[in-house]
């Protein structure tokens, strides 16, 4: 069974400051999600990962895959009261497209002024 | 990108009646379509999956009795919750996908059963 753990649950973190949130998953996959969720709301996506060593960037965030080490990071940078949401990552095993997904924890991430 | 609508985005119910969501394609023919539930400070759970014109697959642990599924086109799956109670009250989403594209998420269904 495929488990996908993220790390920390909870983030309280000032402006300015820079901070990775970790995913990790207990078998091989072919593709890793990462989403933001904003209270009461559906999940955005932000970014797909499909190979190891793939690197993703978007303003703050930075999204990379190690799927030899079954790991992932996401990584804020200079992070700013906008970016307070839940994130989470999350796992599939096909190859095809619409694949079940396998999601982590979640990550609540508070960024205060 | 794709679009997925889904209705209604709140609902209340009384305890015992059923509650049908839907969740619409709405630029491309959606072939599989999945039902996810996720209770307050929760991750999301996969509750089942189905392709059009095919019953749909449940989880386990999910009663396909509770539950009701229906995909019967292309751009369109329903999740009817039957003889609602108030543990079921949760937000559920869907997310359809093709064979070509990334699958989308709907807007998500909050449902309270009072």
């Known amino acids: 069974e495929l488990k996908v753990e993220q790390n920390p649950l909870f983030l309280s973190m000032q402006e300015g400051k820079n901070y990775t949130i970790y995913c990790n998953y207990s078998?091989?996959?072919?593709?890793l999600y990462w989403y933001r969720q904003d209270p009461g709301k559906s999940l955005e996506s932000l970014f797909v990962?499909?190979?190891?060593?793939a690197v993703k960037q978007e303003g703050r965030l930075m999204a990379s895959l190690d799927t030899k080490a079954r790991l992932s990071t996401l990584h804020i940078t200079a992070a700013v009261h906008d970016l307070s949401a839940t994130y989470f990552c999350?796992?599939?095993?096909?190859?095809?497209?619409?694949?079940?997904?396998?999601f982590g924890t979640g990550t609540r991430l508070q960024v205060t002024l | 990108g794709a679009v997925v609508s889904q209705h209604p985005s709140r609902v209340i119910c009384k305890s015992g009646t059923s509650v049908k969501i839907e969740c619409r394609s709405l630029?491309?023919?959606?072939?599989?379509m999945f039902w996810y539930r996720q209770f307050p400070k929760q991750s999301l759970m996969l509750m089942a999956t189905s392709n059009e014109g095919s019953k749909a697959t449940y989880e386990q642990g999910v009663e396909k009795d509770k539950f009701l599924i229906n995909h019967a086109s292309l751009t369109l799956s329903t999740l009817t919750v039957t003889s609602a109670h108030p543990e079921d009250s949760s937000f559920y989403i869907c997310r359809c996908g093709d064979r070509v594209t990334e699958a989308f998420f709907g807007q998500g269904t909050r449902l309270t059963v009072v």
């Open positions: 990962l499909l190979s190891n060593g």
């Open positions: 078998t091989t996959s072919d593709r």
């Open positions: 999350a796992v599939d095993r096909n190859t095809g497209t619409a694949s079940k997904l396998t």
């Open positions: 630029d491309f023919q959606a072939t599989t």
